[in-house]
């Protein structure tokens, strides 16, 4: 394939398709090239602000489960008492959102939503100071962090503060890419992600020629969603993106 056409000392250079929403995929880019890959940038997601609106009752905790919902609290710290409450995050990417946003009394958890919501129930009493915990969150996401803390007696709500909306086509450069075989690997870091991707290929007619593509997953949820596609799928050993960086350096034997 065109990727393996030069090498580095460390690994094999590769060109390989990013999946992630558009800002994300350039700082994401920017990280492959440096280790010597080329990058297509085709986002499966657009990010798109909603209005909300934040209760008056007092926050006793924010609940972030992801880098985007902490982007958009930036537009939201001004004007809430975050100074004294826990903002509990899901993984360090999100944590280190957070951190850039304005928020102080970042708590970063596991990447694990209901690992979070555990942290989160063990640090909330029922009813502190009848307060609320926000969730707050995009329009789709797994699990009901919000439900599972008012199963433990505290009032919590959600916050729905962004879109993520679906690509509906493949670009032409993408398209080229896989029909002329030009792509080593595609990166896929969300199950909607990976199932967005597999739709519009399987629409356009493009299966047969993903035969021989691998598909680096963040998890065994990412990759059940290209079950579909005849791509090679590995799976990263932990859910971060730094193990599934890791990946990549690996000799090109050991990925199959």
Known sequence: MPGRDFLTA???AMRLLITRPRDDAAILAER???LGHQTLIEPMLTIAPLPVTFPHSPITAIVLTSRHAARMMERH???LPLENIPIFCVGAATAEAARKAGMSNVVEGSSDARAL???AIASLAPG???GIALHVR???ARGDIAGELRRHGIDAREIIAYEAIAAQDLSQATRNAITTGALDGALFLSPRTAKIFARLALDAGLGPALKGTTAYCLSDAVATELAGLPMQTTVAPEPRLS???ELLNLPDTARS
Do not use: F, S
């Open 10 to 12: 460390d690994h094999i």
């Open 32 to 34: 492959l090239a440096a």
């Open 77 to 79: 710290v001004r004007g």
């Open 117 to 119: 919501a555990a942290m």
């Open 128 to 130: 502190t100071d009848a």
């Open 138 to 140: 995009g329009h789709h």
């Open 243 to 245: 193990a599934l960086l």
